[in-house]
């Protein structure tokens, strides 16, 4: 069963930077699309970033894009996601899943943009 590991979260004021990392457990990592996922209070759940199996290609959402960049090592089975230029409208728990969203949940990471 694989497992998710999300870590990097915190307090940071507008306009400032944080960088979220997911370890996955288990052996298929390199082998799947990747994606960052977060959800606000009262809001459902959203895809904001994605990258391939290989990392070379990268989607994100428009709400992030220029802001938010999606990065993998296959290496140490871990997903990144800088986030720079932040605003209080990112406030919301991170969470990283595989494109599909089709792995059990992590507890996901809680990011507070505050001023």
């Known amino acids: 069963q694989v497992q998710l590991v999300e870590s990097g979260g915190g307090l940071v004021q507008i306009g400032g930077s944080l960088r979220l990392s997911c370890a996955a457990s288990g052996s298929t990592f390199s082998a799947n699309a990747m994606g960052w996922y977060r959800q606000a209070p009262g809001k459902q759940r959203e895809l904001v970033a994605t990258?391939?199996?290989?990392?070379?290609?990268?989607n994100y959402a428009d709400s992030v894009k220029g802001r938010f960049t999606i990065s993998r090592d296959n290496a140490k089975n871990t997903v990144y996601l800088q986030m720079n230029s932040l605003k209080p409208e990112d406030t919301a728990i991170y969470y990283c899943n595989r494109r599909s969203g089709s792995l059990p949940w992590g507890q996901g990471t809680l990011v507070t943009v505050s001023s």
């Open positions: 990258i391939t199996s290989g990392g070379r290609t990268t």
